[in-house]
Structure formats: C-alpha cells, structure tokens
C-alpha cells in the first residue's frame, strides 16, 4: 500500500491536501526543474524546531519535545507531515522512530522520487510489534504483493533505528543493526520496478482508516480510525541521511527514468551551504558560557539593588537587547578575566541610556 497514492486519492476526494499529490512535476511526461541535492552526510535531531529551508512542515502541524518530532493526529483527517526540500541520489537514511500505536492510524517514512519511485517503512497502528517495508517503480502500484512484514518489539514505546541503504544495485532495509530485506535491482522486474532516480524523505502520519478511505484500505489499516480514542502519535527523535552523490542538484537528462539519465551537477548544494552557516548565538546561550563567577557577580549585582532594580534591569536587557549593547557587552572576547568582565558589564549599564529608572535605583558599588 502505498502511503502517497492513497493521499492522493484522499485528497482528491476531499480536497484535504494539496501538498500531497505525487509529485509537482513528473520527469517522465515532462521537463522538470532540477532538484536540489543534499550532497553530503548529516544527522538532524528533531527535538527542536527544524531549519525550515532544509524540511518543509507541507501538512498540519510538527511538535518539538525533548524526545523528538510528535506527529500527531488528534482531529478528523489530520495527516501531519514533514518533507526534506533536498533529494538524494542513491544513500542511506536511517530513521530513530516510534510508531503511533492505534487502529487505522498509520506511521511512515517515504523516499519518493518526482517520477514516482518510492521506497517505504510502514507501521500500520494496530501492531505494535512490527513495520511493513515497501518499494514501487515509477508510481506502479498494480500488484500488492511486495510488502515485507517484520517484527520489531515495542515499536509504539521504544525508538529503533530504521535504516534504508539505497544503491543502484540492491536496496537494503535493516532494524536496528539486522539486515531484513534484500531487494536486488534484477528482482524488481528486471529493474523496471526498481526505485532508481533522485528522491526526498518524508515522515508522516496518516488515518489511512478514515471512513472515507476505501475498504482495503481500511482493513489493511487494522480497521476504522477511533478518534475519541486518540490523539496518536509518530515520533521522530533523529535522522541520518547520507547523500551518495556531492553535487548542487540532480537533472534528468532524458524521460526514461533511470538511473543513468540522471545527471549529477556539479558545485556545493544550498543545503550544504545552509548546513555550514554558524547558528547565530542566543542571548541565553551566550549567558550560559559565561563563567559562573562572572555570572555570580551580575546575580551579586542585581541582588544589590534590590527588586526593584531587578526590574529594571530586565527592562534594561530588553531595551539593550536592540542596540545590541548587552549582547556585546556578554560577547566580548576581551573579557580574558572575571573581573574585566564584572567591571566592563557594570559600566556599561551605567553608561547605558537607560533614564527611566525606577524610583530607588541604586548604582551598584
Ligand atoms: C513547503 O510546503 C508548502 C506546502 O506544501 C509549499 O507550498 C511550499 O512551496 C514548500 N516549500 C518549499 C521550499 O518546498
Ligand atoms: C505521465 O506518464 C505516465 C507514464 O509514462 C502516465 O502514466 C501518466 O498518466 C502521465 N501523467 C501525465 C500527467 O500526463
Ligand atoms: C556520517 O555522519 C555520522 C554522524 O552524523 C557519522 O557517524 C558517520 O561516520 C558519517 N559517515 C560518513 C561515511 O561520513
Ligand atoms: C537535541 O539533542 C541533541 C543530541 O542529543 C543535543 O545535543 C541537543 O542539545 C538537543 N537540543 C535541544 C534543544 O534539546
Ligand atoms: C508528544 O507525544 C507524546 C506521546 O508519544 C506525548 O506524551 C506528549 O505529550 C506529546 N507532546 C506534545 C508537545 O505534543
Ligand atoms: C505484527 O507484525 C509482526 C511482523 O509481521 C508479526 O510477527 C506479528 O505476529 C504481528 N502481530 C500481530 C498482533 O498481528
Ligand atoms: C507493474 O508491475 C507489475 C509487477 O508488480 C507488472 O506485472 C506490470 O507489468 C508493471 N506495469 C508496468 C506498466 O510496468
Ligand atoms: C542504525 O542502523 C544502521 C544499520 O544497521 C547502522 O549502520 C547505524 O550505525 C545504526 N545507527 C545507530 C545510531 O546505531
Ligand atoms: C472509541 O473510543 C472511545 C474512547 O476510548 C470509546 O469510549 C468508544 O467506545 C470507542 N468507540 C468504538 C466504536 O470503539
Ligand atoms: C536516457 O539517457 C541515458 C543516459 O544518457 C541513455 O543511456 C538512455 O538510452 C536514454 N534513454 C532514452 C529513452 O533516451
Ligand atoms: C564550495 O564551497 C567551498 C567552501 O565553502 C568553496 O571553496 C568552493 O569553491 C565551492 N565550490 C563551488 C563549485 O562553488
């Protein structure tokens, strides 16, 4: 069963998502820009907010914890869903997954190609002790037999590692550290079936046992999704994904589909090139590598002039925070001694604009 068909017959049916339809623009009928490479090997950890010029929320809504992405459904039809806006080209993508464990509720990650190669991890919610691995070539879906069942304990509480090793070759699906599928390129109808063009990673969750869906779909998800029993949930702590190929982007040189056509263009990918900016410091970053005898002084200080400087002081950081003044201030690499960085801090309070002092200030010393 494949995850994205049936998204588009549901959203075909119900005008529910427009970001899920196969693909924007198919190489095999057309002439489609090319797609931007990943080009290198990197680990994303979902526990905070992700750069959104890399993956893309393209359905509902993402929740970052500490643990990870929760992907949830809590409403009718939600179908929340993440998508690198970067493609590999061949590789390896592993996966640190918990399934969202409940009839008609189905978990998944999906390489998918813009002709429609796909390959898949699938949990479909009512067994919590394993995930389907799937494959299609080219959006053909006519045969419902290439489903491989694996068991996998625990897989609604506990995270495992979901790796798909991609090659030109073979296509690998492994749990953990075992090896569970095999699939040669020869064995999926001389090649034809096999996933071989340039693909982005998407994880969603799906109420594949919605009402609305048809009947096999339904059985196959385990049975009607019961909302009031939810919310349920899919959680992605982190991901690898390592780019066979470096190169910017990835062309399809002629309408057939294979691997061959595809033309690597040279040069540093917009991913690279993002994933090499420096993350610009928070002032609560900068705060916690200050050394705690600095950081004692600045709490010495504030206790000094009592509450209602503290106040202040907070209006103070909030009024600096603009000019840049009190990040400097944190920031500055002079600071080579605590007590330089005391009396460099305390004198650019005083020195500050700040004149709406509250009734009671103090100046420290
Ligand atoms: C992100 O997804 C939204 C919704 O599908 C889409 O409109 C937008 O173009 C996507 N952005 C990128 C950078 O792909
Ligand atoms: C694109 O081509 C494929 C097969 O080559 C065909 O099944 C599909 O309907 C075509 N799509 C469009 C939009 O023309
Ligand atoms: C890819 O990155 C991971 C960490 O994210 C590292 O452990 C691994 O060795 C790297 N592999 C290669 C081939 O560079
Ligand atoms: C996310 O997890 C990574 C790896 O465990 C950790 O280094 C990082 O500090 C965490 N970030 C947040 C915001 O919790
Ligand atoms: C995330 O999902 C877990 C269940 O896996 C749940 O306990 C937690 O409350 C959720 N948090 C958010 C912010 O959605
Ligand atoms: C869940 O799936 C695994 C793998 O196919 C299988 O071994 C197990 O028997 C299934 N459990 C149930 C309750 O269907
Ligand atoms: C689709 O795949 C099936 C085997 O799974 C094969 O019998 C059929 O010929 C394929 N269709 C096309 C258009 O390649
Ligand atoms: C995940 O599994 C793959 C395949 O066994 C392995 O190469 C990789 O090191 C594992 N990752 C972690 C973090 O254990
Ligand atoms: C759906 O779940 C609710 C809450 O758990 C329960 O009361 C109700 O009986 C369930 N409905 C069905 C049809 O199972
Ligand atoms: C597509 O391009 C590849 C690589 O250049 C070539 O081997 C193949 O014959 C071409 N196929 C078609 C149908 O033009
Ligand atoms: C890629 O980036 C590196 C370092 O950022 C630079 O030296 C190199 O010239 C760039 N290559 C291209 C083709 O732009």
């Known amino acids: 069963m494949s995850f994205f068909y049936v998204l588009a017959l549901l959203a075909a049916k119900v005008c529910l998502v427009t970001a899920q339809t196969y693909s924007n623009c198919n190489p095999l009928n057309k002439t489609c820009p090319a797609d931007q490479a990943l080009g290198t090997n990197h680990t994303w950890y979902f526990n905070s907010t992700v750069d959104d010029t890399i993956w893309n929320v393209t359905n509902d809504q993402i929740y970052y914890t500490d643990e990870g992405a929760n992907f949830t459904i809590a409403e009718k039809l939600q179908s929340p869903t993440l998508q690198s806006n970067f493609y590999i080209f061949f590789g390896i993508v592993e996966s640190h997954v918990k ?66 090793y991609w090659t030109a070759e073979k296509l690998e699906w492994w749990i953990d550290e075992e090896l569970v599928r095999t699939l040669n390129y020869e064995d999926a109808l001389g090649g034809k079936n096999y996933p071989q063009t340039p693909s982005n990673i998407r994880y969603g969750v799906w109420p594949a046992g919605d009402p609305s869906e048809s009947l096999g779909t339904i059985e196959w998800a385990g049975g009607e999704i019961n909302y009031t029993a939810g919310p349920y949930t899919m959680v992605v702590q982190k991901v690898r994904v390592h780019d066979f190929h470096s190169g910017k982007e990835y062309e399809y040189t002629n309408h057939s589909g294979s691997w061959e056509s ?86 650019e309070w005083k020195q500050s604009e700040w004149r709406h002092k509250p009734r009671g200030y103090q100046p420290v010393n």
């Open 99 to 164: 399934m969202a464990k409940g009839g008609g509720v189905v978990s998944s990650v999906v390489l998918e190609s813009d002709d429609l190669d796909e390959i898949d991890w699938e949990w479909v919610g009512y067994n919590t002790s394993g995930v389907q691995s799937n494959y299609y070539g080219k959006g053909n879906d006519s045969s419902w037999d290439r489903a491989g069942y694996h068991y996998v304990p625990n897989a609604d509480t506990e995270f495992h590692n979901y790796t798909t």
């Open 262 to 347: 595809i033309k690597v263009v040279a040069g540093n990918s917009t991913t690279v090139t993002e994933l090499n900016k420096v993350p610009k410091e928070t002032l609560a970053e900068k705060w916690a590598k200050l050394s705690t005898g600095a950081k004692t002084g600045i709490y010495v200080a504030i206790a000094v002039v009592g509450a209602g400087a503290a106040s202040a002081f907070i209006f103070f950081c909030l009024k600096q925070r603009k000019s840049g003044r009190l990040e400097h201030a944190l920031n500055d690499a002079k600071w080579d001694s605590e007590r330089t960085e005391m009396d460099n801090f305390q004198s």
